[in-house]
């Protein structure tokens, strides 16, 4: 068996949704790709705190009589009284924060491993799982991502074949192509990504897709010719 991974680059740049709106209450949550990651964004209020914000009452006028026995005129001052009224001022204090998660990439195999003959099939596999899932844990928010695959080769000869299946090796082979020509191949397999999320039972689509290329190279050859009498 000969495993050979000579690339894997990315290819797909999506634009996110709109930025997730401030929730008090509740937390808001979103999931998508961009440059070929998951990117996983949470944010939601706290709660309130609560101010004290000094108010000055308005002054209380009050009359003052000098001693008896002074003749001198009555004189009435004011004096002012302050007062702090306590006034509550509510504020909300936000929560947010922003993950980013790879998917696995592939590595191509294929059978027989050394100079395939042609009109013979060769089988084909990866070592992608046929489902990524992950949970995150995010400002005190559990969210559960689940990812599925789908694979498009291009056997380098101009033939192209889509399969929701990585294959696997001999006996229970599930993906063969049979070359017409000896010749050096390269093959390109293409898997692309998709799927949900879930938060608090509720159910969503990711938004975009993450499609990451892998490649090898096979060498096919004639079979040899033997004169029997």
């Not at 495993?3 to 740049?13: G, H, K, N, Q």
């Not at 009435?76 to 204090?93: E, M, N």
């Not at 027989?112 to 990866?126: M, R, S, T, Y």
């Not at 599930?174 to 020509?181: E, F, G």
Request: glycine letters at 4%; aromatic letters at 8%; hydrophobic letters at 40%.
């Amino acid at each position: 068996m000969k495993r050979l991974l000579i690339l894997s680059i990315t290819i797909c740049v999506l634009v996110p949704t709109q930025a997730i709106a401030d929730c008090t209450n509740t937390a808001c949550v979103n999931v998508y790709t961009q440059n070929n990651q998951i990117i996983i964004e949470a944010r939601k209020g706290s709660g309130v705190t609560t101010v004290k914000k000094p108010v000055v009452a308005k002054p209380t006028k009050t009359l003052w009589f000098p001693p008896k026995p002074k003749a001198v005129p009555t004189v009435k001052r004011t004096y002012k009284a302050r007062t702090t009224v306590k006034k509550a001022v509510v504020k909300t204090i936000n929560l947010s924060d922003r993950l980013i998660k790879m998917v696995p990439t592939a590595t191509i195999a294929y059978q027989p491993e050394f100079e395939p003959l042609v009109h013979v099939p060769v089988i084909f596999w990866c070592d992608l799982p046929t489902l990524f899932q992950s949970r995150i844990d995010i400002i005190g928010e559990v969210i559960d991502v689940a990812l599925r695959p789908g694979f498009t080769w291009q056997w380098g000869d101009g033939q192209i074949t889509s399969t929701t299946e990585p294959g696997a090796p001999y006996p229970n082979q599930k993906i063969t192509h049979t070359y017409k020509q000896p010749g050096v191949y390269y093959v390109t397999l293409l898997a692309t990504w998709n799927g949900n999320f879930k938060h608090n039972g509720a159910t969503r689509a990711i938004t975009g897709t993450i499609k990451i290329p892998s490649f090898a190279v096979i060498t096919v050859v004639s079979a040899a010719t033997k004169f029997t009498k």
